[in-house]
Nanobody, 123 residues
Framework: QVQLVESGGGLVQAGGSLRLSCTASGRTFSSVAMLWFRQAPGKEREFVAGINWSGDNTYYGLSVAGRFTISRDNAKNTVYLQMNSLKPEDTAVYYC????????????????WGQGTQVTVSS
C-alpha cells in the first residue's frame, strides 16, 4: 500500500499562491500516475490535476486550468501542485493519490486517501 503525505496548505489571500507537496512511500512511485483532488465542505471530492508517470503529460480540471501547475520529482517520490491566482472557491482540503493505470479522474476509483492538507483562501 502506497502511503501518501500531503503538506503545504495554509491560509492565503485571494490572488496569492501556495505550493502543495505530496510524498509517497514505496518503490513504484516512478511508474504510476499522480493526481490531486480536493473536497470543499458540503461538496463532493473533485479532480484537480494529474500527471503521468514520466511527467510528460499533465491534465487539469476546468476550474483550475491556467492557474495551477502539477509537477513531479521521481527521485524524491514527490508530486507538487503550484497554485497561483487563488480564489475563495479554491478553499478545500487537497488530497493526492496515485493510479497505476494513468490519470483516472473519478474519485470513486480510489480506495485509500491520505489526511489531506487544508487550503483556505480569504477574500
Amino acid at each position: 500500500q502506497v502511503q501518501l503525505v500531503e503538506s503545504g496548505g495554509g491560509l492565503v489571500q485571494a490572488g496569492g499562491s501556495l505550493r502543495l507537496s505530496c510524498t509517497a512511500s514505496g518503490r513504484t512511485f516512478s511508474s504510476v500516475a499522480m493526481l490531486w483532488f480536493r473536497q470543499a465542505p458540503g461538496k463532493e471530492r473533485e479532480f484537480v490535476a494529474g500527471i503521468n508517470w514520466s511527467g510528460d503529460n499533465t491534465y487539469y480540471g476546468l476550474s483550475v486550468a491556467g492557474r495551477f501547475t502539477i509537477s513531479r520529482d521521481n527521485a524524491k517520490n514527490t508530486v507538487y501542485l503550484q497554485m497561483n491566482s487563488l480564489k475563495p472557491e479554491d478553499t478545500a482540503v487537497y488530497y493526492c493519490n496515485s493510479h497505476r493505470f494513468g490519470v483516472v479522474r473519478t474519485p470513486y476509483s480510489y480506495h485509500y486517501w491520505g489526511q489531506g492538507t487544508q487550503v483556505t483562501v480569504s477574500s
